[in-house]
């Protein structure tokens, strides 16, 4: 079983960026198909994207396209999320997930994944 710990959250102004660090530790990395979350306060748990294994896939909800970026560093055990030009609505616990030997498309579902972060807090004012 894996183990992750995110980092890297704060509050930032609209416009801004931040990125985010999620931490493996525990069995093999590169076995994972890892993803981010998000949970914006009184609103249901949210995908936000996804790489495969390698890191050659990756994809991402419509709303943080062209903004967001993940990525992934197997030697390191570490995701990435790289988040730019962040506007009010990005605000939520932003949370990294891992699948093992999964395909994005069950990542993203959000279900039944092998684990979870505890979550770190990304604030963007206005």
């Known amino acids: 079983q894996v183990q992750l710990v995110e980092s890297g959250g704060g509050l930032v102004q609209a416009g801004g960026s931040l990125t985010l660090s999620c931490a493996a530790s525990?069995?093999?990395?590169?076995?994972?198909?890892m993803g981010w979350f998000r949970q914006a306060p009184g609103n249901e748990r949210e995908f936000v994207a996804a790489?495969?294994?390698?890191?050659?896939?990756?994809y991402y909800v419509d709303s943080v396209k062209g903004r967001f970026t993940i990525s992934r560093d197997n030697a390191k055990n570490t995701l990435f999320l790289q988040m730019n030009s962040l506007r009010p609505e990005d605000t939520a616990v932003y949370y990294c997930a891992a699948a093992a030997y999964a395909t994005i498309a069950k990542l993203e579902r959000g279900n039944s994944l092998d684990a979870w972060g505890q979550g770190t807090l990304v604030t963007v004012s206005s």
């Open positions: 525990g069995r093999t990395f590169s076995t994972y198909t």
């Open positions: 790489i495969n294994r390698n890191g050659g896939g990756t």
